[in-house]
């Protein structure tokens, strides 16, 4: 087997043979090691010198003020700088003078820290170069709370404090939030053990230990069953696998008479001194929640339009249709609340606290011999009334903020008067409520109209 040969190669050996010679082999031709090495040496030896020259070259530039050109060099790197552009691009504060509302210029006050982001409207321009610190103080506490949360083992403790902050900047209603600490404290009451219990070591029976524990502290099924959803909703963020025994919820008392009569209606709610009476009115009338009532402010009422805006509802933000009875009533609140943010400010200029608002209507209710009715049955007095008097349950879920129609008959009941009246349109007779017989005579352009049995 033959080797094959480059013609460059047969080219050398034909003139080496011409001259007599014999070819020289390739080994022979290359440079002997010892001279690669020095040649080596010389290239790495001129390359120091280069270095060398640079860095004269750039401090002779240094010390006259110039920079050098083309001379690669790293400048020795300072700590407090670096750790400064950390710092700095952890927080940003900014102060804007923009528009909101299409039309009012204020100033606002911006303030991002480790990716937490906060904003507050302000009139002047110092007033926001305030609130830039406050701002930047709060994101800095709110960030050191979940740093240590995240970094020790997460307790239920933790859950209840981080479901509250949850609430809080999903914007969820007073009531939702109150509900989330009241939940705590009831934790922390009759089964401390568990506050400190670590979420993934939660089971089946440490709900029913602290359902036992509200029981025996002589708590009702109704509100057993509060605290139940909220720890359900709790561990439902944070144990997504964890299956909440459903069997843990007490049956409750649903015969429970929780709407008023009229003349009950008048013996509770006109005793009541003001504002309660009025706050206990509106809550009839509208069907709004306690929370949402304490914490109305005068820019969410717009008696022009008849209808107040509810940015922070427990279903998300809604509007609240106002009867002409609901539009004086608010109307009379603002005009004696002059100059003050709140339609029903406390002495001290602040909401009132939902416990004191419960006393006083309990106390009230128990005057006229009710000895079980709370300010909250006041939603299903105000939702059994509208559905008795023929109004569909889509219109009733509407008005209440309901998001389902299970929900709204959890609330809305039917009457006695209702049912003898279907009764007797069963029987035969010529029965007719008087709201049905209104818009059936609107319907036919008669005064009155009469039901014909079929």
């Given at each position: 087997?033959?080797?094959?040969?480059?013609?460059?190669?047969?080219?050398?050996?034909?003139?080496?043979?011409?001259?007599?010679?014999?070819?020289?082999?390739?080994?022979e031709?290359?440079?002997?090691?010892?001279?690669?090495?020095?040649?080596?040496?010389?290239?790495?030896?001129?390359?120091?010198?280069?270095?060398?020259g640079?860095?004269?070259?750039?401090?002779?530039?240094q010390?006259?003020g110039?920079?050098?050109?083309?001379?690669?060099?790293?400048?020795?790197?300072?700590?407090?700088?670096?750790?400064?552009?950390?710092?700095?691009?952890?927080?940003?504060?900014?102060?804007?003078?923009?528009?909101?509302?299409?039309?009012?210029?204020?100033?606002?006050?911006?303030?991002?820290?480790?990716?937490?982001?906060?904003?507050?409207?302000?009139?002047?321009?110092?007033?926001?170069?305030?609130?830039?610190?406050?701002?930047?103080?709060?994101?800095?506490?709110?960030?050191?709370?979940?740093?240590?949360a995240?970094?020790?083992?997460?307790?239920?403790?933790?859950?209840?404090?981080?479901?509250?902050?949850?609430?809080?900047?999903?914007?969820?209603?007073?009531?939702?939030?109150?509900?989330?600490?009241?939940?705590?404290?009831?934790?922390?009451?009759?089964?401390?053990?568990?506050?400190?219990?670590?979420?993934?070591?939660?089971?089946?029976r440490d709900?029913?230990?602290?359902?036992?524990?509200?029981?025996?502290?002589?708590?009702?099924?109704?509100?057993?069953n509060?605290?139940?959803?909220?720890?359900?909703a709790?561990?439902k963020?944070?144990?997504?696998?964890?299956?909440?025994?459903?069997?843990?919820?007490?049956?409750?008392?649903?015969?429970?008479?929780?709407?008023?009569?009229?003349?009950?209606?008048?013996?509770?709610?006109?005793?009541?001194?003001?504002?309660f009476?009025?706050?206990?009115?509106?809550?009839?009338?509208?069907?709004?929640?306690?929370?949402?009532?304490?914490?109305?402010?005068?820019?969410?009422?717009?008696?022009?339009?008849?209808?107040?805006?509810?940015?922070?509802a427990?279903?998300?933000?809604?509007?609240?249709?106002?009867?002409?009875?609901?539009?004086?009533?608010?109307r009379?609140?603002?005009?004696?609340?002059?100059?003050?943010?709140?339609?029903?400010?406390?002495?001290?200029?602040?909401?009132?606290?939902?416990?004191?608002?419960?006393?006083?209507?309990?106390?009230?209710?128990r005057?006229?011999?009710l000895?079980?009715?709370?300010?909250?049955?006041?939603?299903?007095?105000?939702?059994t009334?509208?559905?008795?008097?023929?109004?569909?349950?889509?219109?009733?879920?509407?008005?209440g903020?309901?998001?389902?129609?299970?929900?709204?008959?959890?609330?809305?009941?039917?009457?006695?008067?209702?049912?003898?009246?279907a009764?007797?349109?069963?029987?035969?007779?010529?029965?007719?409520?008087?709201?049905?017989?209104?818009?059936?005579?609107?319907?036919?352009?008669?005064?009155?109209?009469?039901?014909?049995?079929?």
């Amino acid at each position: 087997m033959g080797y094959k040969v480059s013609r460059r190669g047969e080219r050398e050996s034909r003139v080496v043979h011409q001259l007599g010679g014999a070819p020289a082999s390739h080994d022979e031709r290359r440079p002997p090691v010892s001279q690669r090495l020095d040649h080596v040496e010389r290239l790495a030896e001129r390359a120091r010198e280069l270095r060398g020259g640079a860095r004269k070259q750039s401090g002779d530039r240094q010390g006259l003020g110039g920079a050098p050109d083309n001379i690669p060099h790293r400048q020795p790197r300072d700590p407090a700088g670096m750790a400064a552009i950390r710092r700095s691009r952890e927080e940003l504060m900014a102060v804007k003078f923009t528009t909101i509302n299409s039309s009012q210029k204020v100033w606002m006050a911006r303030v991002a820290y480790k990716g937490l982001r906060r904003a507050k409207v302000c009139k002047t321009k110092q007033e926001a170069r305030d609130v830039e610190a406050e701002l930047l103080r709060a994101l800095k506490a709110e960030a050191l709370q979940t740093q240590q949360a995240t970094a020790a083992p997460a307790t239920i403790k933790h859950l209840c404090e981080l479901y509250v902050l949850d609430l809080e900047a999903r914007g969820r209603a007073a009531d939702s939030i109150g509900r989330a600490v009241t939940t705590a404290k009831a934790i922390e009451a009759v089964s401390p053990a568990l506050l400190a219990l670590p979420i993934s070591r939660v089971t089946a029976r440490d709900v029913y230990d602290f359902r036992q524990g509200r029981l025996r502290a002589g708590s009702k099924p109704s509100t057993v069953n509060r605290d139940l959803r909220t720890i359900r909703a709790m561990l439902k963020q944070a144990r997504p696998d964890f299956k909440f025994p459903g069997a843990a919820f007490l049956p409750e008392d649903e015969t429970r008479v929780r709407w008023l009569r009229p003349e009950e209606e008048i013996l509770v709610l006109e005793p009541m001194p003001s504002p309660f009476r009025e706050i206990a009115k509106l809550a009839a009338l509208t069907l709004m929640r306690q929370g949402e009532i304490l914490t109305l402010r005068r820019e969410h009422v717009h008696l022009d339009q008849g209808v107040v805006m509810l940015p922070r509802a427990k279903a998300g933000a809604r509007p609240v249709i106002l009867s002409a009875e609901a539009q004086k009533l608010l109307r009379d609140r603002l005009e004696a609340t002059t100059g003050c943010e709140w339609v029903f400010p406390s002495p001290q200029g602040r909401p009132y606290d939902r416990s004191y608002i419960g006393r006083v209507f309990r106390k009230a209710a128990r005057a006229a011999g009710l000895k079980d009715f709370r300010f909250h049955d006041l939603r299903h007095h105000g939702a059994t009334m509208a559905l008795n008097r023929g109004f569909t349950a889509p219109i009733v879920m509407a008005l209440g903020g309901w998001k389902t129609e299970r929900m709204m008959r959890r609330y809305a009941a039917v009457t006695d008067q209702t049912l003898r009246a279907a009764a007797e349109a069963v029987s035969g007779a010529e029965v007719l409520g008087p709201r049905l017989a209104t818009d059936r005579a609107s319907a036919l352009g008669h005064e009155s109209a009469t039901m014909t049995p079929r």
